[in-house]
Nanobody
């Protein structure tokens, strides 16, 4: 079974940090662009970040630039999202997703319909 599994979510105070992991099983992530998305209650799924297959090129949503960092360790078949200076509005379920048809993120990287495989999501709650 092909799977993406997110982990690392939890409860954190404003200004704190979390690191999310996205681990693949059943297939290799080396060739694919990987995106992080989030969805808050009553909101549509929002693109957070994207990383191309080698990890050299990255993209970020405007709301997280300068605070979040995406990275990957292809030897571990894992992609990470380091989240710093967290705000209450960052509270959401976070998902990782693989685009199995391309190695780059492209101009439409933030569109959920670009991606083929999705993890189950991990809850991040930022609250005092």
């Amino acid at each position: 079974q092909l799977q993406l599994v997110e982990s690392g979510g939890g409860l954190v105070q404003p200004g704190g940090s979390l690191r999310l992991s996205c681990a693949a099983s059943g297939f290799t992530l080396n060739y694919y662009a990987i995106g992080w998305f989030r969805q808050a209650p009553g909101k549509e799924r929002e693109g957070v970040s994207c990383i191309e297959s080698s990890g050299f090129s990255t993209d970020y949503g405007d709301s997280v630039k300068g605070r979040f960092t995406i990275s990957r360790d292809n030897a571990k078949n894992t992609v990470y999202l380091q989240m710093n200076s967290l705000k209450a509005e960052d509270t959401a379920v976070y998902y990782c997703a693989a685009h199995t048809r391309r190695s780059f993120c492209g101009s439409q990287w933030s569109a959920p319909t670009d991606y083929d495989y999705w993890g189950q999501g991990t809850q991040d709650t930022v609250s005092s």
